[in-house]
């Protein structure tokens, strides 16, 4: 009597079990063709930004870029950008009556909509390095 839950016989060189019943498949296997399961790519959350996400930060202009792992361009956009837009639309603004100031949900909108296009730094650490004690 063994106690313990390997198979007790070997599979066949080239060949791999059904993840859900088991069955003996071809090891480039795409279903089994004993129950439904299917090879699907499998692509993790682990490492990728939402583009969503990113824009909603964005309503703090800079946010979504740091999120993004575009970490100065997101400081120059908090901290540079976004101060001097607001002073100048401010400084537009007695000169137009006030109507400069409909420029900064340009602004806004602009960089929401660059934080949707720009592409992710933002990944899975090369190396697992483990705990470090």
Same mark, same amino acid.
């Given at each position: 009597?063994?106690?313990?839950?390997?198979?007790?016989?070997?599979?066949?060189?080239?060949?791999?079990? #059904?993840?859900? #019943?088991?069955?003996?498949?071809?090891? $480039?296997?795409?279903? #089994? $063709?004993? #129950? $439904?399961?299917? &090879?699907?790519? &499998?692509?993790?959350?682990? /490492?990728?930004?939402?583009?969503?996400?990113?824009?909603?930060?964005?309503?703090?202009? /800079?946010?979504?870029?740091?999120?993004?792992?575009?970490?100065?361009?997101?400081?120059?956009?908090?901290?540079?950008?976004?101060?001097?837009?607001? !002073?100048?639309?401010?400084?537009?603004?007695?000169?137009?009556?006030?109507?400069?100031?409909?420029?900064?949900?340009?602004?806004?909108? !602009?960089?929401?909509?660059?934080?949707?296009?720009?592409?992710? &730094?933002? /990944?899975?650490?090369?190396?697992?390095? !483990?705990?470090?004690?």
């Amino acid at each position: 009597m063994e106690y313990t839950d390997a198979p007790s016989t070997q599979a066949p060189a080239n060949t791999m079990p #059904c993840p859900l #019943c088991g069955h003996s498949l071809p090891k $480039d296997a795409v279903e #089994c $063709d004993h #129950c $439904d399961w299917t &090879r699907a790519e &499998r692509e993790t959350a682990e /490492g990728k930004a939402s583009d969503a996400f990113a824009v909603l930060l964005s309503i703090i202009p /800079g946010l979504g870029h740091i999120y993004k792992g575009h970490k100065l361009i997101g400081m120059l956009l908090m901290f540079v950008a976004t101060p001097m837009a607001v !002073g100048l639309a401010l400084l537009a603004a007695t000169a137009t009556a006030g109507f400069a100031v409909l420029l900064l949900p340009l602004y806004w909108l !602009g960089v929401m909509f660059h934080v949707y296009g720009i592409e992710d &730094r933002v /990944g899975p650490p090369n190396k697992d390095e !483990g705990e470090e004690y």
